[in-house]
């Protein structure tokens, strides 16, 4: 009789954890449409948004379940590499060069109306963030100014919902330094801040990866250099996450050599002062997008994989080596969504 409830105690135990070690993956909800995607949003658990090449953006209102797709007409072979939406029927997209474009729709994507563009050597938008839905924020790669050249951070505010952008003066902007860029890998490499002191933040990288935080009216910018993997132009930090209590969470690496796993993600509980590293397991390689997905709990993703980590910045696990560009966490943080590459969408269990 002991032996049989022994065998029972074990086999009960056996079920839990193989319960438990199946909680943590990767279900693909969607692939086979040509876009490479690269923005996502999240508004509600229900309604998901995302926005990429060939001028595609899609949008599912069911949980992800089944995915509408669009392409916005005129802009057929624009890259839409950030969006940003409120609702099911209202989204703001990011066309990055050539010329660059913002687009706003109210009616779920039928239509879409022209809200800014430029045409301008060198233009090239990267990524946007709302603090709510009127204020926001748009980043671009540095831009030439005056017959010596010196190139300063290139910033769009809204404040009316994406309506109008009004180009932030070059002078309070930091310069950036000689092959200092900004990545528009996943649209999250800028954050606004409930911060007293400074409005918003935001990462570099290339030959030099920095991470900044810009003051509010009357207060000092701050910046410091990252000790992320850095030096050449495909190298840097490439997204930005913050709990809002003063810890800043910069993830990146090399594009180009994926599987290095060295100096790929770094935190700052100070301002960045002072930086910390994983001391057990960093993230699998390197990776364009982390979210914050619960307390102690972030999720990231690149071109070679998922990495969680559950309870500590300080140690991380592979999830799936299936590639993804972007990751979002809905409102309630009950669901996590990643992009990538031929439409391919996931939904991660966790």
Known sequence: MKFYRWVCLLLACFIIIQSTAQKTGVTILHIGTPCSIRGMSIPSDNVIWVSGSNGLIGKSTDEGKTWKWMVVKGYEKTDF??????????????GVSNPAYILKTVDGGLSWKLVYTKNLTGMFLDAMDFRNNKEGICI????????????FFFVLRTKDGGETWQEEPLY??????????????????????????????????????????????????????IPINQGIETTGAFSLATDGKKNFYCIGGNYKNPIQVYDNFYWTGDEGKKWASPSVAPPYGYRSCIQIIGEGKMVACGTNGVDICKNSPNNWSSVTKEGFNVCMVSPTKKLVFLGGEKGKIGLLKY
């Open 81 to 94: 590499r950030d969006i940003q939406a409120f609702d099911s029927l209202t989204a703001i997209i990011m």
């Open 140 to 151: 671009g790669d540095p831009i030439a100014v005056g017959s010596g050249g010196r190139k």
């Open 172 to 225: 309070k902007m930091p310069p950036a330094q000689d092959g200092e860029g900004i990545f528009s890998a996943s649209g999250t490499n800028i954050a606004m801040l409930k911060h007293p002191d400074f409005d918003y933040a935001f990462v570099s990288g290339g030959t030099v990866s920095n991470f900044y935080l810009i003051g509010r009216e009357g207060k000092q910018n701050k910046g410091c250099q």
